[in-house]
C-alpha cells in the first residue's frame, strides 16, 4: 500500500516539472519576442553632419596693464613750493611747467652775474678799440675776453640754476594726484604728482614657453577688462623676451593697445586673446561625446543604425570641440539622444539645425 502511493507521488513531481518546462519556453519565448519587438522600433534623435571648419587657435593668459611712459614728478634740489599750476587728472605737453619752487636768491644771482657779463663786454669792446690803435697790448686784450667768457659762465651757472626751481613735465601725458601743497617743504625724491603716457597703453603677461616659436611682433590680439565687460581692446604684439623663465617655464610678451579714450588704467587686469593662426577642422557640440573611462565615443548613423566609435578629441571652443580622429566629413552623428541608444539601435534622424550641419567655429568667441 506505501509502495503504491510512493509511486504516485514521483509521477506527481515529474507530471509537475514536465508542465514548468512547457510553461517556461511557453512564456519564455513569448517574453524574447516582446524584447525583439521592442528593440527593433527605431529610437528618434538629432543628428548632425560633419564638415570642416576654420578653426582659429588661440593663446589666452592674463596681462597686467602699463603706462607707455610713466614717472613720479620730483624735485631735483631742495625748496619751497611756490606755485602748483597744475589741475590733477588733466592731460598736458611736453614742457609744460608743473611747479616752482622759491628762487628769490637765485633770482638775484642771476641778476649780478648778467650786470658782470654786461660790463665785461663792455670792457672788452673797448679794449678791443684800442688795440685797433695800439694803444694796449695783446695780452691786455686776451685778459679782457677771459673776464667776458667767465662773466657769461656765470650767468649761465645762474640761469641753470634757476632752472632747477621750475619743474616741467618731461612727456605729453595724463597727471595724477596732487601729493603737495604751496608752502611744503620738498626734497629730492618728494613726489609731487605722477605722469602717465596712456596712449598707446603697454600690456605685459605671459604664455608657456612652448608657444615661444610661434610668437612674433606684429601679431594681432584682444583683450578685455571686467571694469568693461561690453568692449574689446585690440593690439599687436610689440617685443618677445628673448629668455624662458626656468621656474615657471613661461616667456613675457608685450603688446600695444590704442588708448584714445583713456578707458585702461596702469595696472588693470586684462584677459588676452592672441591668435595664432588658423586651419580646418571638424567641430562637433559637445554634448555628442560620449565620455567612458579615459575614451571618448560618438555615435554615428549608419543605414539608419547607430553605431558607436572611439574619437580623438582636441581644442575646445564654448559648447564646441574638435575631433582629431575617429570622424570623417560628412558624417551623421548623433547630437542629442546619445542616452537612448546602443551600438547596434536603429534610430530614426531628425536633423539639426542648417540642416544638419555645424555653426562654423571660426566665429565662436
Known amino acids: 500500500m506505501s509502495s503504491s502511493r510512493t509511486i504516485n507521488g514521483l509521477l506527481f513531481i515529474v507530471v509537475s516539472i514536465a508542465a514548468a518546462g512547457v510553461a517556461w519556453l511557453y512564456f519564455?519565448?513569448?517574453?524574447?519576442?516582446?524584447?525583439?519587438?521592442?528593440?527593433?522600433?527605431?529610437?528618434?534623435?538629432?543628428?548632425q553632419r560633419t564638415r570642416p571648419q576654420p578653426l582659429a587657435d588661440r593663446i589666452q593668459a592674463l596681462g597686467t596693464a602699463r603706462a607707455n611712459q610713466a614717472v613720479e614728478i620730483t624735485p631735483e634740489i631742495s625748496g619751497v613750493i611756490d606755485t602748483l599750476p597744475f589741475k590733477p587728472g588733466l592731460t598736458v605737453q611736453a614742457g609744460e611747467v608743473l611747479a616752482t619752487l622759491e628762487a628769490a636768491g637765485v633770482k638775484a644771482n642771476l641778476e649780478a652775474a648778467q650786470a658782470r657779463a654786461a660790463q665785461s663786454s663792455s670792457d672788452y669792446e673797448r679794449q678791443r678799440e684800442l688795440f685797433g690803435s695800439n694803444m694796449v697790448s695783446e695780452s691786455q686784450l686776451q685778459l679782457s675776453e677771459t673776464q667776458l667768457r667767465t662773466d657769461r659762465a656765470g650767468v649761465a651757472v645762474a640761469e641753470a640754476a634757476l632752472a632747477d626751481h621750475v619743474i616741467r613735465a618731461p612727456f605729453g601725458g595724463r597727471l595724477g594726484l596732487r601729493e603737495v601743497s604751496v608752502g611744503s617743504l620738498v626734497q629730492p625724491g618728494t613726489v609731487i604728482t605722477t605722469l602717465d603716457d596712456l596712449t598707446p597703453v603697454e600690456l605685459e603677461f605671459t604664455v608657456p614657453g612652448v608657444f615661444v616659436g610661434t610668437l612674433e611682433p606684429g601679431q594681432i590680439l584682444t583683450a578685455r577688462s571686467a571694469a568693461y565687460p561690453d568692449i574689446e581692446f585690440s593690439g599687436t604684439v610689440q617685443n618677445v623676451a628673448t629668455r624662458v623663465d626656468p621656474v615657471t617655464r613661461s616667456v613675457r610678451v608685450r603688446a600695444a593697445l590704442p588708448n584714445t579714450k583713456r578707458l585702461i588704467k596702469p595696472g588693470m587686469l586684462l584677459t588676452v586673446r592672441l591668435t595664432r593662426d588658423t586651419k580646418?577642422?571638424?567641430?562637433?557640440?559637445?554634448?555628442?561625446?560620449?565620455?567612458?573611462?579615459?575614451?571618448?565615443?560618438?555615435?554615428?548613423?549608419?543605414?539608419?543604425?547607430?553605431?558607436?566609435?572611439?574619437?580623438?578629441?582636441?581644442?575646445?571652443?564654448?559648447?564646441?570641440?574638435?575631433?582629431?580622429?575617429?570622424?570623417?566629413?560628412?558624417?551623421?552623428?548623433?547630437?542629442?539622444?546619445?542616452?537612448?541608444?546602443?551600438?547596434?539601435?536603429?534610430v530614426t534622424r531628425v536633423d539639426g539645425p542648417q540642416g544638419g550641419a555645424f555653426e562654423p567655429a571660426g566665429n565662436a568667441p
Open 280 to 346: 580646418s577642422a571638424l567641430m562637433i557640440p559637445e554634448q555628442a561625446v560620449v565620455t567612458q573611462n579615459d575614451r571618448q565615443f560618438v555615435f554615428v548613423i549608419e543605414d539608419g543604425v547607430a553605431r558607436r566609435r572611439q574619437v580623438q578629441t582636441g581644442a575646445r571652443r564654448p559648447g564646441l570641440v574638435e575631433i582629431t580622429d575617429g570622424l570623417a566629413p560628412n558624417e551623421s552623428i548623433i547630437v542629442e539622444g546619445t542616452l537612448k541608444v546602443r551600438d547596434g539601435t536603429p
Open 28 to 47: 519564455g519565448e513569448r517574453a524574447e519576442l516582446n524584447v525583439e519587438a521592442s528593440v527593433s522600433e527605431p529610437v528618434t534623435v538629432l543628428a
